[in-house]
């Protein structure tokens, strides 16, 4: 990519950052925001600032770029253009691994169950996606529309069985995901499981460029493909499974970023992956700053922006698969 | 004690002259079981909402013992055979055209969400079940009771918010406004212009500086997302003292009771150290 993309797309990561930070339903001034920070006594723009926006943004940074790599990983590992957490059924494996620790009163014996149970459940569907979907393009998109079925059928069942009367209300925010209210509990919660999934995912670069040549031929190059299967796969659980655990699923970020970079840097793997972290979360961010501003009576959730953005991109894609292949 | 399998061929048809006292009442609204389970002795309700015995246990503990229970559903009414279905306004309508289809007088009673409501509805209840003389005995202990604490009013009234985490906060016309008021408070979510159930975020409520939060407790306590963004650490840091745990059970319904809700809920008040949030 070059110098002037890049510098571009950190500018642009920046003002999604402050934007995120300025923007909310109580408007007040930057400079109020800026007061209340160093301000002695707590103020209603240090308040809304230290408490509820920077939590917020921090996590939207995270799930973005978890999104991102994610995406960009899977893409590279099954050298398959539409793998992303969403379509291979693990987010909602995570989401419903977090529904159950939450609604059925783990996480309030057990802070830590909620990303730990996110966490198995992503790893849980990853797993019947990848033994079930071997083969092909096509068997594996099939075997996560599969596994994101049954889960999220699973989590809609979970909800209605829960002793909470709003866990049915509730089911919207698991399945299109939502940064709002967000505390730095959750958050700082999740943050230790991401990082380690995101360091198992960073680990596989060299493997996935090899593998663009073809497995036998990665192979004959030193690469061991079980490891880097597995690496990929527990990267992703625990990355996606945390950062879920505490959003909900969020579509179409993890599809969306590494093929809107590629034509910039090329289909290196290694050379998609920064920049996809960095677009998904300057996608993530966006897409919940305008949550926050388009008025409606109660926020909405940030998948139905994620899914009105990346369903486009994705008749586009299936248009392009459907002219290049025979 | 009726049976709730009472034979299907008992004899129900407009020919029968009906008794001037309903013998088998049959409510389909848990808000209307309570007022009927405070009016008629058991042995004359046909059943009562499988809802009402959570909130009976809260009000009148006992009183609900044997009396069968329905699930506001049409085939129950056929099984039941009712002589009178008290019904709300968003009782199924399946339940209503078969009630019409076999005769059963049917009387719709509008929720209560104020204290007048509260009144019309106890006494058009009384009237209904052929106790009006309770009705409204009801009536006068509840206006005594609400009297008893107009007569406390504190001069500066408490600026206060019901904070559920759920993101919207009842307003102007719900019953919860109706107790805060009568428990001589400002409900900051009636401020608002939309009516009802208004939307309300963290950021809303730190911007709105109430000098207390009322937060539900009971049966909707059970762990669940919005719980957890009620328990927001900041709403422990701020608001540390001037959380008033109220029962979801007693503002549930627009009850007689409801005056005590408000007398507890004002006491409440008066323990919130005065001088407003520290921000």
């Known amino acids: 990519m070059s110098r002037l993309l890049w510098s571009s797309a950190w500018v642009l990561l920046l003002i999604v950052l402050l934007l995120s930070l300025a923007v909310g339903r109580v408007w007040l001034p930057p400079s109020a925001l800026l007061d209340g920070l160093f301000a002695p006594r707590p103020t209603l723009g240090g308040l809304i600032l230290t408490e509820l926006r920077m939590p917020r943004t921090l996590l939207g940074l995270l799930a973005g770029v978890t999104l991102g790599v994610s995406g960009a990983v899977l893409q590279g590992l099954l050298r398959n253009p539409l793998a992303e957490p969403g379509l291979l059924g693990v987010s909602s494996g995570a989401a419903l691994g977090a529904v159950i620790a939450i609604y059925f009163g783990l996480a309030t014996i057990f802070p830590l169950a909620t990303p730990v149970l996110g966490i198995i459940g992503a790893l849980l569907a990853g797993l019947i996606t990848f033994t079930i979907g071997r083969g092909g393009t096509l068997t594996m998109i099939l075997a996560g529309a599969a596994v994101s079925g049954l889960a999220g059928a699973g989590l809609s069942l979970a909800l209605n069985f829960a002793p909470s009367p709003y866990a049915a209300y509730e089911i919207t925010s698991w399945l299109l995901g939502s940064l709002a209210e967000r505390s730095w509990s959750q958050t700082l919660l999740a943050t230790p499981f991401i990082l380690a999934g995101l360091a198992c995912l960073l680990s596989t670069l060299r493997a996935l460029d090899a593998l663009t040549l073809g497995e036998a031929q990665a192979a004959s190059l030193g690469i061991n493909l079980e490891r880097t299967r597995l690496l990929g796969l527990f990267g992703t659980a625990l990355a996606v499974g945390a950062a879920t655990s505490v959003t909900g699923s969020i579509g179409f970020i993890g599809l969306l970023a590494p093929h809107l970079v590629r034509p910039f840097v090329g289909h290196q793997p290694s050379r998609v992956l920064l920049p996809s972290a960095l677009f998904g979360a300057i996608l993530l961010l966006a897409a919940d700053i305008a949550t926050r501003l388009i008025p409606t009576a109660v926020e909405l959730k940030l998948g139905v922006l994620t899914s009105l953005a990346g369903t486009p991109f994705f008749f586009w894609l299936v248009l392009r698969l459907k002219r290049t292949s025979p | ?279």
Not at chain 2, 14 to 35: E, V
Request: include cysteine; charge should be positive; hydrophobic fraction near 45%.
């Open chain 2, 1 to 279: 004690m009726l049976s709730s399998a009472a034979p299907a061929s008992a004899p129900v048809s407009a020919a029968t002259p009906r008794p001037a006292k309903p013998q088998r009442i049959m409510s389909m609204n848990m808000c209307n079981d309570l007022i009927l389970l405070m009016l008629v002795p058991r042995e004359r309700i046909a059943s009562i909402t499988s809802l009402a015995h959570d909130a009976a246990k809260v009000f009148m503990p006992g009183a609900d013992e044997g009396v069968p229970i329905n699930h506001g559903t049409a085939e129950e009414i056929l099984l039941q055979r009712p002589d009178l279905i008290l019904v709300s306004p968003w009782t199924m309508s399946a339940a209503r055209r078969l009630g019409e289809q076999v005769d059963t007088p049917i009387v719709e009673v509008e929720e209560a969400t104020d204290f007048a409501s509260i009144r019309r509805a106890v006494r058009q209840i009384g009237a209904a079940v052929g106790e009006p003389a309770r009705a409204e005995a009801l009536v006068r202990r509840m206006d005594a009771d609400l009297a008893a604490l107009a007569a406390r009013r504190p001069r500066k009234p408490l600026r206060v918010v019901v904070w559920s985490g759920d993101g919207s906060v009842p307003g102007r016309g719900t019953l919860t406004d109706a107790i805060i008021t009568a428990a001589g408070g400002i409900n900051i979510g009636a401020r608002r212009q939309d009516g009802g159930y208004s939307s309300f975020g963290l950021e809303d409520l730190l911007a709105a500086r109430p000098d207390a939060i009322m937060q539900g407790v009971g049966s909707y306590g059970a762990p669940s997302l919005h719980k957890a963004n009620a328990r927001h650490p900041v709403i422990d840091k701020l608001f540390a003292g001037r959380q008033i745990a109220y029962p979801d059970a007693g503002y549930a319904c627009g009850l007689p009771q409801s005056a005590k809700a408000a007398r507890d809920l004002a006491r409440a008040f008066a323990a919130i150290p005065r001088g407003g949030p520290r921000w």
